[in-house]
Each structure stands twice: as structure tokens, then as C-alpha cells.
């Protein structure tokens, strides 16, 4: 190595590159990646050099006697200078040549692995200086990590083209690569004709499957429509279909499912009930997963198989009727809010520990959620509603007993979630993570000032959720504002109002009806006052950013607190409305509709106002949480309500409480004909039967 070394590599202007060929399709994406950044960053595009001797960067797979570590993924920097410092960029594999290029984005460039996501500014330069000092990787700590795109309709919906085509899977596998993610299930049940598993293999990533997709095969039922769901009666068919499956990946990197669930996600003895004890279900499930991993080793040498402990085999399993095949690895889930213990049904919530115990050997992994979807309490649409700490707690717990052999996290839509999959990355990667440094160093990355406040606006965010139960797992994300109100609102005007509501009690026991509206009632004015605080915080914060801080603040800190604060609004208020329709208080009743309507339009309206620029319709498809619904559901019962006193004229109520008193005996009823329109009517009936503090004047809300 040459005396005249330099200890700063200068990048500026056209930068040459050299990518030694061949080079896979994965190495093909990275390099159009590491283009694109360096002329956002320059302004000036790079070219790819012919001749090394030209380029400044280098890059390309180790050789044999390089000295890049030899653990899988792995790279190098490493400078080399004679008259001038060149960097090479070195991998292990092709995946080690990948995360050494986007790590380079990211240390020396400022790309941050959800520059996309978060809109983050790209600071332009004339010059980049790069200390020359070599690197080499570590192993991560997880081998098999990833994301399950799931639930992800704001996906499907945010472009016409169905199923989702390159212009919006790209951005979501580009992200996972950039946050050391490997593994991914591109989605959920969408079309076989569809981009996603080809492009995800295409950019260099392993595919793995849902657990009610074994192999990834297609659905039996969609297979052979009216063919009877069993495998004792049809196991030729269930066979056909997983051997085509395997023949259609055996050349792709694929973490292979196992398992046995019926049609549509759910125990197969549903559609097969002579599997009436454990033991048959137990043995069946083994039989059909030995017979899956058989069928895997006639084409693939060495397979990757794991079998996913969920719902009923998580159970059979721990109850030892289940046999696995040799070296798979065992996936433990979470009850979908992160916590280690099995998900709730219904009401029955067991909190059965769901991690290997000591006598479980062999390999373990997680399957845990950042973003849950169960028509109960669920964040879709919100950040996770727990703090960086806990999560760091129950993943640090589940690394200690041996679960890091692979890791699934439910990733939802992205975007709403930049801030817990980055914590979660960090976590697969280190194995640890320091929640305040991470903090500090994520504001940092995405915003340009006011680091502190935003900060303790992410900090304070879980410390504003409201908890719903006795378990710090308990806490609401927005779909508890909507799924029980509309289960409220069904339950009330089908007239059931005599019966307890049995799909209410997981939340607020199985008391009566009126009894369950109060404690929704009682739960949610807490609530109320605690996101008006975070939200005038983040106000406060948010009037001292500039423009393009401000915008990113909107969409990633304000719109989660305006859900919730809108959410727990709207139901607060449609419980006072049916308090006072249970006293035969209509035209109140009606107001109280009318404010829950007005809340939960606040809801919509910040849906709308989070698609500006590229981000036009990305919440059009809002079909589970469903503002859109509630909100049609609110403006029907106020519809119904508006009939009890006022119908058939609809010029009843206003000529009781609104009309001037000399007008209500001498007036022409030809000359009063145009009713109010249910929010002119509701305002001026607000404004003449409540108090300023909210309360009707002649309700007792005790």
C-alpha cells in the first residue's frame, strides 16, 4: 500500500463504478439503487466504468482469499489507494453484496431504510468525504428475518392495477433490504398471477409462506370447488397441489411452511368433524407435515422448513400430540399486540406462554405483530400502540431462550409504521437495543429540527393509548373505536337492546346492555383527555417546523393522535346517545348522534388530508378498520332516531324547541315546508337543549 494514502475518500461530481459480472438480479437491483442515491445526493448521475482502474467504488463477491468474514451475508469495505483511494465494496454472497452497498447509502449518503416511507429530505451535496478506515460485518441476530406484508389493503387499494404491481412492491422489499431484512410473505392470498413472490426473489430475498398456505400451494377449495375438504378421502389432490408448488419454487430461496389448517385460516376438523379428539388431530397434523418435508427433499437438497404454533397447533403441539420433522423450526406467536402468549378468542383470553420452554430443543423462531387486524382492539390503520420498551423486553426474552433462528413481523401497510419496524430491525439485527439512543438517532435521521419534542412525542405516544384491560398488553389501538360501535349500533336497531351483547364482553364483561355502553362510556372520557393533551403537544411542536418537517410530522405523529382522539370521541358520544335514548330523550339522543357523527367525520377527513403528493388514495381501501362504515352506521341511527318525535314532518322538533314562541301558534303551516337537514337541525338543538360543558340540560348522566 502506497506512503500517499489518503485518510478521506472524496466522492464528487459523475462517481465511476465498477460491479464485477456476472451479476445477479439482486445485485442488478442494488446497483440501480445505489444510482438513484448517489444522484439524489450529487446531483450528478454515476456511470458504471468498464475498466476497474477507472472506478472509485468497486464491487463484487468475495474471492477466495479475500478476507471478507465468512459468515453468510456478510461484506467488507475495505480501501485500497495508490494514487488515488478506492473503496471496495465486498459480500460474502449476494445478499452480502447487497446490504454492503445499502449500508454505504446509509452511513455515507443519509439514505435511511424508510427514506420512501417517510418522505425523508435528501440533503444535497457538492462532495461527500468518506474516512477510509475498512469495516467488516457481523452475523445478525436473527438468520431468517422479515416481514409479512399483511392485512395490507391500503396496499391493494392505493393503485388501480390489482394485484399490486412493481410501482408498489418495489418501495416496501427496497425497505426491508435497507432495514437487514431476508425473508418476506409478500402478502396475503393474492392472486397467483401476481408480482409479488417473483419480484420479492428477484431483489435477492428468501420467501416463506402463510401458515394457512403450506408451501405456499393454492387453497384446495379454490383448487377443486365442491370437492369434499379432506385429506383422508382426497389426499392425491392436497398432494398434487403441494407438488406443484414445490415445483414452481425449488429454484427460489424459500423458508418453507409446513402445516395443516382448514379452508379460509381455521382448524381443518371444522370441515372434517370425525377428527373429534386430540389425538386425531394431533396425529393427522404430523402425518401431513412429515409427508410436506418428504415431498420438499425430492427436489431441494437440504430444505429450510418451519411450522408455525398458532391457534389450535400451538396447543396440540404443547400438549404433545403433534411430531415435527427433523430441524424444523418451531414459530412461536405472539397474541397479536406482542406480547409472548397465545391470542385471545373471543372472550376467553388463557395467556398460555408461547415461547420453548426447557425441555424444547431444536430450533425456535417468532411470529410477532407491530400491526394486528381482530375486530376488537387492533392498531391497522395507528402505530403500535406499546412503547419501544416493551417490545425490546419481549423480544430480548424470546432471544434469551433460543427463538432467533427466524423472525416474521406482521408489517401491515409500512407506512404507518416506520417507527416500531425500525425498532424491531434493530432488534434482528443486534439482538438488543437502547430505546432512547434508537429514538434519538430515528428523529434524527427523518426530521431536520426540534429533535427533543418529537421525540417525546413518539416517547408519549404509548403513554397516551388507553388501556382497555389489566394486562400492559391491553392497550387500544383505533379499532376500538369502530368495530364495537358498530356492534352497538347493530345491536340497538335490531332491537335487542333486552339481551347482553355476548360480542362485547372480551372488552366489558357480559353485564346487560346498557350496563356494557356505560362501560364503554366509562373507558373512554379518561381517554378523551389524554389525546387532547398529546395532540396540543404535538401542535405545539409541529407550528415551529418547516414546511417539509411539518408535512412528515402530519402524516407520521398527528394523524395516529387525531384516529384516536376522533375515535374516542365518536364512541364516547354514541354511548351518551344511547343514555339518553334509554330515558325516551330522542331529540338529545339525536344531538349525541350527531356529535359521534362529527367526530368520526374527523377521522375520515385525516385520512384524505395523509394522501397528498405520491401518497394519493394510499387509504382509499380503509376496509378494516372502516371509518367510512362507522361513519354510514352513526348517520343511520341518527336517521332512526330523528324519527322517534319527528317524523313523518320533520318539522315537529323544531317547531318545539327552536320556533320563537309568538310563532308557534299564528304561523301558516303552508309557509314552513323545508325541514332542517339532520346537521342544521342537530347544531341549533345542541345549542338550545346542552349546556356549554356538553351536558343536556335535562339529562342525569349518573
Not at 431504510?113 to 461527500?128: A, C, G, L, N, T
Not at 389432490?237 to 381455521?266: N, P, T
Request: proline fraction near 5%.
Amino acid at each position: 500500500m502506497s506512503n500517499a494514502f489518503k485518510r478521506e475518500m472524496n466522492l464528487s461530481g459523475k462517481v465511476l463504478i465498477y460491479a464485477v459480472e456476472p451479476h445477479s438480479t439482486a445485485i442488478a437491483h442494488v446497483l440501480r439503487m445505489l444510482k438513484r442515491d448517489l444522484t439524489a445526493v450529487l446531483g450528478i448521475e454515476p456511470e458504471f466504468a468498464a475498466d476497474p482502474r477507472q472506478a472509485q467504488i468497486r464491487i463484487g463477491l468475495a474471492g477466495e482469499n479475500d478476507s471478507c468474514p465468512a459468515h453468510p451475508e456478510a461484506f467488507e469495505f475495505r480501501f485500497v489507494s495508490d494514487e488515488v483511494s478506492v473503496l471496495h465494496i465486498v459480500g460474502r454472497d449476494e445478499l452480502g453484496v447487497v446490504y454492503g452497498v445499502l449500508a454505504f447509502s446509509r452511513k455515507f449518503l443519509g439514505i435511511q431504510p424508510f427514506w420512501y416511507w417517510m418522505d425523508q429530505e435528501i440533503k444535497s451535496r457538492s462532495e461527500v468525504m468518506i474516512p477510509c478506515v475498512d469495516y467488516a460485518s457481523s452475523p445478525r441476530k436473527v438468520r431468517y428475518r422479515g416481514w409479512f406484508v399483511n392485512d395490507e389493503v391500503c396496499l391493494i387499494g392505493w393503485k388501480p392495477e390489482y394485484p399490486p404491481t412493481r410501482e408498489v412492491w418495489e418501495p416496501v422489499f427496497e425497505a426491508l433490504l435497507r432495514s437487514g431484512g431476508n425473508m418476506v410473505i409478500p402478502g396475503t392470498d393474492l392472486p397467483r398471477h401476481g408480482i409479488h413472490y417473483e419480484l420479492a426473489s428477484e431483489m435477492g430475498l428468501w420467501v416463506t409462506h402463510h401458515h394457512a398456505e403450506p408451501l405456499g400451494a393454492e387453497m384446495f377449495a379454490r383448487a377443486y370447488p365442491g370437492r369434499e375438504m379432506s385429506y383422508l378421502r382426497e389426499p392425491e389432490r392436497y398432494e398434487q397441489l403441494w407438488r406443484q408448488a414445490i415445483e414452481e419454487q425449488r429454484h427460489r430461496k424459500v423458508v418453507w411452511v409446513l402445516s395443516f389448517r382448514g379452508q379460509g385460516d381455521k382448524p381443518f376438523w371444522e370441515d372434517d368433524p370425525s377428527f373429534d379428539t386430540p389425538f386425531k388431530r394431533g396425529e393427522l397434523i404430523g402425518q401431513v407435515m412429515q409427508k410436506q418435508y418428504d415431498m420438499i427433499r425430492e427436489y431441494v437438497e437440504d430444505p429450510v422448513c418451519c411450522v408455525a404454533l398458532y391457534g389450535e397447533i400451538a396447543e396440540l403441539y404443547q400438549e404433545g400430540w403433534i411430531s415435527l420433522p427433523e430441524n424444523t423450526i418451531r414459530v412461536w406467536a405472539d397474541n397479536g399486540y406482542g406480547k409472548m402468549v397465545s391470542r385471545r378468542r373471543d372472550d376467553i383470553n388463557l395467556r398460555i406462554p408461547s415461547l420453548p420452554g426447557i425441555k424444547d430443543s431444536g430450533r425456535h423462531g417468532l411470529y410477532i405483530h407491530v400491526t394486528f387486524h381482530d375486530l376488537q382492539a387492533s392498531n391497522h390503520l395507528t402505530m403500535f400502540a406499546g412503547s419501544a420498551d416493551f417490545l425490546k423486553s419481549e423480544l430480548e426474552a424470546a432471544f434469551a431462550v433460543g427463538a432467533s433462528d427466524y423472525l416474521i413481523l406482521n408489517s401491515g401497510n409500512i407506512r404507518p409504521h416506520a417507527y416500531p419496524l425500525d425498532i424491531v430491525s434493530t432488534l434482528w439485527n443486534e439482538g438488543t437495543i437502547d430505546t432512547k439512543e434508537h429514538l434519538q438517532s430515528f428523529v434524527r435521521s427523518y426530521y431536520v429540527s426540534e429533535h427533543e419534542a418529537l421525540a417525546r412525542l413518539y416517547h408519549s405516544y404509548a403513554e397516551a393509548t388507553l388501556p382497555y384491560g389489566p394486562h400492559p398488553d391491553d392497550l387500544a389501538g383505533e379499532q376500538y373505536y369502530h368495530h364495537p360501535a358498530r356492534q352497538i349500533i347493530g345491536h340497538w336497531l335490531q332491537g335487542k337492546e333486552a339481551e347482553s351483547d355476548r360480542r362485547l364482553d372480551w372488552a366489558v364483561g357480559a353485564g346487560s346492555f346498557e350496563q356494557q355502553v356505560k362501560a364503554f362510556e366509562q373507558r373512554l372520557a379518561p381517554a378523551i383527555d389524554k389525546w387532547k393533551n398529546w395532540l396540543e403537544q404535538c401542535d405545539g411542536t409541529l407550528a415551529k417546523l418547516g414546511a417539509e418537517d411539518r408535512q412528515r410530522a402530519e402524516d407520521h405523529l398527528r394523524f395516529h393522535g387525531e384516529l384516536h382522539l376522533s375515535g374516542s370521541e365518536g364512541f364516547y358520544q354514541l354511548c351518551r346517545s344511547y343514555a339518553a335514548h334509554r330515558l325516551g330523550q330522542y331529540p338529545q339522543a339525536f344531538v349525541l348522534a350527531s356529535e359521534s357523527l362529527r367526530h368520526y367525520r374527523r377521522g375520515l377527513d385525516a385520512l384524505r388530508a395523509a394522501e397528498h403528493g405520491k401518497w394519493a388514495d394510499f387509504y382509499r381501501a380503509d376496509w378494516l378498520t372502516n371509518i367510512a362504515s362507522t361513519v354510514q352506521n352513526v348517520d343511520t341511527l341518527r336517521k332512526v332516531l330523528r324519527m322517534h318525535g319527528d317524523s313523518p314532518d320533520f318539522f315537529l322538533w323544531y317547531k318545539q324547541y327552536l320556533m320563537p314562541e309568538t310563532e308557534k301558534h299564528i304561523y301558516l303551516e303552508n309557509t314552513h315546508r323545508e325541514p332542517l337537514t339532520d346537521d342544521d337541525l342537530a347544531a341549533r338543538l345542541k345549542e338550545r337543549l346542552f349546556t356549554d360543558a356538553g351536558c343536556p340540560i335535562d339529562v342525569d348522566r349518573k
